[in-house]
């Protein structure tokens, strides 16, 4: 079965832009059979590396996400170079995030580029 469009969003990676952009998805999702908080705190782990890591200064990060009756996949993308703005953070936080990612989903993809970085999250529904 195909997948239907919910939503695409393309906002300036700040802060005050990650619950924004999870408000917007956990809106865009409900009641589809999924467990939205996993969902929810894939998309927020994803959306808040490129909001601390992918921008010496600033720029946009995209979220998009399709459903079909089995699964939901979300994908957040940025065009930065991911910068190591946190070189005095403790070195055993770092990783957590994508961790998280990767246990909360069926599968996930990170995939760097030249000009920039997509995270590709696949989630099964709790009835698929």
């Not at 005050?16 to 865009?28: D, I, K, Y």
């Not at 946009?60 to 996949?73: C, G, K, N, Y």
């Not at 961790?99 to 698929?128: F, K, Q, Y």
Request: with cysteine; proline share 2%.
């Amino acid at each position: 079965m195909g997948m239907e469009q919910l939503g695409t969003w393309r906002v300036s990676a700040v802060a005050r832009s990650v619950p924004q952009l999870r408000r917007a998805l956990q809106e865009r999702i409900a009641g589809r059979g999924l467990d939205e908080e996993a969902v929810a705190l894939a998309a927020t782990e994803a959306i808040s590396n490129v909001v601390r890591h992918a921008y010496l200064r600033s720029g946009p990060v995209s979220l998009s996400v399709q459903a079909s009756t089995e699964e939901v996949l979300v994908v957040v993308a940025d065009e930065g170079i991911w910068a190591r703005k946190d070189t005095n953070r403790n070195r055993s936080s770092r990783g957590i995030g994508l961790a998280l990612i990767h246990e909360l989903c069926a599968s996930a993809r990170i995939e760097p580029t030249d000009t920039g970085t997509t995270v590709t999250m696949r989630l099964t529904t709790n009835h698929g």
